[in-house]
Antibody, heavy 119, light 106 residues
């Protein structure tokens, strides 16, 4: 069974750096057909894709947040990490990680983790 | 950057057919995927590669894609189909989601 689980702080202060970890099971991050994305969703709003790491370690970022994001993976630990700098209250959202095949569609998704940015 | 356009809301009578569109420039040349999201839950894949259904998704869910419009069709709509639906594509190694459509079953 393939699962992904997000972990990280539930509350961060403005200007701080957010570090989120996605721990996967049921597949290997070294599999040539697998990659992992981070996607977020502010309360009551739409899904927003943030970043993706491919099986060959190549990275891709959304243009609007590229300067603030870093995605990486630790294959032996089966973890994908997202770092977002200079957090702001508008970054308050549920953050999801999801597996992408090929890359193409996302399945499955993690349960998500709500991150609130407030002083 | 590539954009996907979805209607904000769609209503359907119980047992009837709902169609949710996803518009994009020459979207017919891309693979379109659809997700269902119920309140408080993570999105779930319901259609991939335009018209394929993952295991466990009812046959009532189908998809098509041509020209500038992709469509998710839900036949014999049930109360349990009420949810937000998002379309998604890849464009130049980046991911694009539509703004989402809230489906109401009357």
């Amino acid at each position: 069974q393939v699962t992904l689980k997000e972990s990280g702080p539930v509350l961060v202060k403005p200007t701080e750096t957010l570090t989120l970890t996605c721990t996967v099971s049921g597949f290997s991050l070294s599999n040539g057909r697998m990659g992992v994305s981070w996607i977020r969703q502010p309360p009551g709003k739409a899904l927003e894709w943030l970043a993706h790491i491919f099986s060959n370690d190549e990275e891709s970022y959304t243009t609007s947040l590229k300067s603030r994001l870093t995605i990486s993976k630790d294959t032996p630990k089966s973890q994908v990490v997202l770092i977002m700098t200079n957090m702001d209250p508008v970054d308050t959202a549920t953050y999801y990680c999801a597996r992408a095949l090929k890359p193409d569609w996302f399945d499955p998704w993690g349960q998500g983790t709500l991150v609130t940015v407030s002083s | 950057s590539y954009e996907l356009t979805q209607p904000l809301s769609v209503s359907v009578a119980l047992g009837q057919t709902a169609r949710i569109t996803c518009g994009g420039n020459n979207i017919g040349s891309k693979n379109v995927h659809w997700y269902q999201q119920k309140p408080g839950q993570a999105p779930v894949l319901v259609i991939y590669r335009d018209s394929d259904r993952p295991s466990g998704i009812p046959e009532r869910f189908s998809g098509s894609n041509s020209g500038n419009t992709a469509t998710l069709t839900i036949s014999r709509a049930q109360a349990g189909d009420e949810a937000d639906y998002y379309c998604q594509v890849w464009d130049s190694s980046t991911v694009v989601f539509g703004e989402g459509t809230k489906l109401t079953v009357l």
